[in-house]
């Protein structure tokens, strides 16, 4: 076969190949630099924060510290199979990859404990588009959205029962509205009417991003495999977290009960929504003492949140990192042009088959 017959599939394979190894390499830059540049923007001293995490790590027992680690590793993991659940479903086995997948749910995880206001989960967003072919931004919101319909659910749930058990909870995130209703009339009132104009004028392009996102939200159409690859890792994922918070409460001798579990959830929930520091780090803290009132002292709760948060944070750093290398380096990267490769030949021996059947 001349050159200038040559199979398109096969003549632009060596670029392909270069041009997917070069993106995912720019991921995991892009990774390490958010996260050394968090670091820096909120004064983030990497020593002393060794320094505490050494000192929060010899100071709780081993089988606290390994127990803890395994359920944060559950609970990124279940979570992060819900996610592939609701890909896969949307745009196919051959583009959805669970270990690229489960790279970027981890990597979200670990960068919304060192940036503000859950950006993290924005850039997840961002790498679930650039690594799989023929997704929507449309398509991928959609997703997210039912990815949340439980933590949504269960998190109305613990707040309900954080303002109904724990006075002074509402106050300390929500005072603001008491003291300036007129201003939150005015704000909700004119982000109303400012979404209906907006609607008004991208009409047509609404229906579009209407129909990318029926694609990719397929899955909640679809009760069985909704309830076995979405709702049910996500209930696991949310029991491991309560798992993760009981260990550190019994590793700093705070008695676990049902009770403390959900004040401790709601208030790190509402936290991490309103917060606008890395991590929630600071609010979390002042809810954690404000929810184990009477159950402990100011210093062992606030000693408690801070372990559990350093510890979670180290953790899901090296977890992410670890994960990333595999999806995305140059192992990922070769089993992805591996099989790349064999379909791009199945395509050309299907086309070649297809033109000796005309010619015949």
Same mark, same amino acid.
């Given at each position: ?15 392909? =190949? ?22 820096? %923007? ?22 606290? %510290? ?30 959805? =990859? ?12 670990? &960068? ?13 967003? %961002? ?65 109303v009417a400012l979404i209906v104009l907006v609607a008004r004028i991208l009409k047509a392009q609404i229906h579009k991003w209407w129909g990318q996102a029926k694609e990719g939200g397929e899955i ?22 309560? *798992? ?20 401790i959830v709601a208030g790190n929930s509402i936290a991490n929504m309103t917060s606008v520091t890395p991590g929630g780090a600071g609010v979390v803290q002042g809810f954690n003492t404000l929810s ?30 670890? &994960?990333?290398?595999?999806?995305? *380096? ?31």
């Amino acid at each position: 076969m001349s050159a200038a017959h040559a199979d398109p599939a096969t003549a632009e394979q060596p670029s392909s =190949r270069w041009h997917g190894r070069l993106r995912r390499l720019a991921i995991i830059l892009l990774v390490v630099v958010l996260i050394g540049a968090a670091a820096n %923007l909120f004064g983030w001293d990497l020593g002393d924060w060794f320094k505490k995490l050494w000192d929060t790590v010899t100071a709780i027992s081993i089988g606290y %510290l390994i127990a803890g680690i395994v359920l944060l590793t559950i609970q990124t993991t279940t979570t992060a199979y819900a996610w592939y659940s609701i890909l896969r479903f949307a745009y196919g086995r051959v583009a959805v =990859r669970w270990i690229q997948v489960y790279a970027c749910y981890a990597t979200a995880v670990a &960068l919304n404990y060192v940036l503000p206001a859950n950006l993290g989960t924005f850039v997840m967003l %961002l790498m679930f588009l650039a690594t799989i072919t023929g997704a929507t931004f449309a398509g991928i919101i959609a997703g997210y959205v039912v990815q949340k319909l439980f933590y949504t659910t269960i998190g109305i749930a613990t707040w309900l029962y954080l303002f109904l058990s724990l006075g002074g909870s509402f106050d300390l995130q929500f005072g603001f509205i008491e003291e300036h209703p007129v201003s939150v009339v005015i704000i909700v009132a004119g982000g109303v009417a400012l979404i209906v104009l907006v609607a008004r004028i991208l009409k047509a392009q609404i229906h579009k991003w209407w129909g990318q996102a029926k694609e990719g939200g397929e899955i909640i159409a679809h009760a069985r495999p909704y309830l076995a690859g979405v709702l049910f890792p996500e209930v696991l994922s949310w029991i491991a977290m309560l *798992g993760v918070m009981a260990v550190f409460l019994a590793a700093y001798d705070i008695p676990v009960t049902f009770h403390t579990l959900m004040r401790i959830v709601a208030g790190n929930s509402i936290a991490n929504m309103t917060s606008v520091t890395p991590g929630g780090a600071g609010v979390v803290q002042g809810f954690n003492t404000l929810s184990l009132k009477g159950i402990t002292s100011a210093t062992n709760a606030t000693a408690y949140s801070v372990a559990q948060q350093l510890v979670s944070t180290a953790w899901s750093i090296i977890l992410a990192l670890v &994960l990333l290398i595999r999806a995305f *380096g140059w192992s990922g990267g070769r089993e992805l042009v591996e099989q790349s490769y064999a379909e791009a030949r199945q395509k050309r021996d299907e086309q070649l088959a297809e033109r000796r059947a005309r010619k015949a």
